[in-house]
T-cell receptor, first 114, second 112 residues
């Protein structure tokens, strides 16, 4: 997706290990979001950022932390991965409050915790 | 509270027919709505949006209808093509809220 990249695209990790997913944007958008997508649950918001060093929790934030030290990067960390965190993770960006104009999504990271 | 849902989890249509995907929302304070398309292995892509001061908006082969009275949103795809096969999500923004809320999605499959 133009202007937003996620890395890695796929990762397999062991239970109890820390994992960091990266979202990088070149659009200079203020707002960035991390979602997870699971069958039967759709897209659920984990954390979001409304500026450098400004972040807030979403509906499923337990077990996750985020950091945004510069506009272009938003990192999602699983401090100690569990099998319940096996999911597809999407990053999204927006330049307007409330998602007006829509979000632009990355291609996703498929994370498997074994 | 905020919630966005879909009437049908799957929809199967014949190629060339029109498709209608429905979405219900519960928050009367929602004032902005979006439809997204997600193809297999990809992230959701913006299709069309509509604000609450409108009832209808048209794009290329797509039309979104908003019925605020019954809190219902629909996406109409004209002359459905194989490339339209995907999962379609609706999303809403409650006035003053900082984020979108997404529905669970409807899978659209096209029969040849």
């Amino acid at each position: 997706d133009a202007g937003i990249t996620q890395s890695p695209r796929h990762k397999v990790t062991e239970t109890g290990t820390p994992v960091t997913l990266r979202c990088h944007q070149t659009e200079n958008h203020r707002y960035m979001y991390w979602y997870r997508q699971d069958p039967g649950h759709g897209l659920r918001l984990i954390h979001y950022s409304y500026g450098v060093k400004d972040t807030d929790k979403g509906e499923v934030s337990d077990g996750y932390s985020v950091s945004r030290s510069k506009t272009e990067d938003f990192l999602l960390t699983l401090e100690s991965a569990t099998s319940s965190q096996t999911s597809v993770y999407f990053c999204a960006i927006s330049d307007r409050f409330g998602g007006n104009g829509g979000y632009t999504f990355g291609s996703g990271t498929r994370l498997t915790v074994v | 509270g905020e919630s966005v849902g879909l009437h049908l989890p799957t929809l199967s249509v014949q190629e060339g027919d029109n498709s209608i995907i429905n979405c219900a929302y519960s928050n009367s304070a929602s004032d902005y709505f979006i439809w997204y398309k997600q193809e297999s292995g990809k992230g959701p892509q913006f299709i069309i949006d509509i604000r609450s001061n409108m009832d209808k908006r048209q794009g290329q082969r797509v039309t979104v209808l908003l019925n605020k009275t019954v809190k219902h949103l629909s996406l109409q795809i004209a002359a459905t093509q194989p490339g339209d096969s995907a999962v379609y999500f609706c999303a809403e923004n409650v006035q003053g809220a900082q984020k979108l809320v997404f529905g669970q999605g409807t899978r659209l499959t096209i029969n040849p």
